[in-house]
């Protein structure tokens, strides 16, 4: 007959379910928090950023154009003194100009390295996430089944010499009468 367990504490077990679920709590909000960091920073660069520089390029082109206007007017009337003001002007919008195109260029290049460079991660970002959601709760409910067959386990109560356990009222083991041949104790004989 093979060996009967012996169980009786459930504390490691019911103290790591409850590690878990603390776990659990923790890791879900802080994998999610880097799911959505990760989707402000693609909307600021494709779409906050980008519309911003775009606005300043129209904004400092319509500048520029007036600029050169007041240049062109400046020039037709002869002042010296104003065109010179004009020319400065004209030049400091160009370079501003210049700069916005570039930084709008940067953010579309940052906006593109961005995504390549997070898509494998977020992949396994969501592969941590699904993991956490799904089998880590399926994990949590297989420790609460555990923990049940452990104590309707531990209910059953051993059988005792009432109920024909292995053991004879005095102690001694009781001969097995199964498994074929003869397996009783020889009689002794008294004088």
């Known amino acids: 007959m093979a060996e009967q367990s012996h169980v009786t504490s459930f504390e490691a077990i019911e103290s790591f ?10 890791a879900r909000p802080t994998v999610e928090e880097v799911s959505n960091e990760l ?3 693609r909307v600021w660069l494709e779409s ?4 911003y520089w775009n ?3 129209r904004l400092l082109g319509r500048q520029l154009e007036q600029a ?10 002869q002042l010296q003194t104003a065109s010179a003001v004009q020319e400065m002007a004209v030049q400091r919008l160009r370079r501003q100009l210049r700069e916005a195109e570039e930084k709008e260029q940067v953010t579309r290049k940052w906006s593109r390295a961005l995504e390549d460079r997070t898509d494998p991660l977020m992949k396994e970002v969501q592969g941590l996430h699904t993991f956490l959601t799904i089998d880590m709760v399926r994990a949590v409910a297989c420790l609460d089944q555990v923990i049940q067959a452990l104590e309707a386990y531990a209910d059953v109560a ?3 010499p009432a109920s024909g356990g292995s053991a004879g009222v005095s102690g001694e083991p009781r001969a097995s009468t199964s498994g074929g041949g003869d397996t009783t104790a020889p009689e002794t004989e008294h004088p």
């Open 68 to 77: 050169l206007q007041e240049l062109f007017a400046a020039r037709l009337s």
């Open 55 to 57: 606005k300043e390029i």
């Open 158 to 160: 051993p059988p005792g």
């Open 39 to 41: 989707l402000r920073m």
């Open 17 to 26: 379910r409850a590690s878990l679920i603390v776990f659990l709590s923790k």
């Open 48 to 51: 906050d950023q980008r519309n």
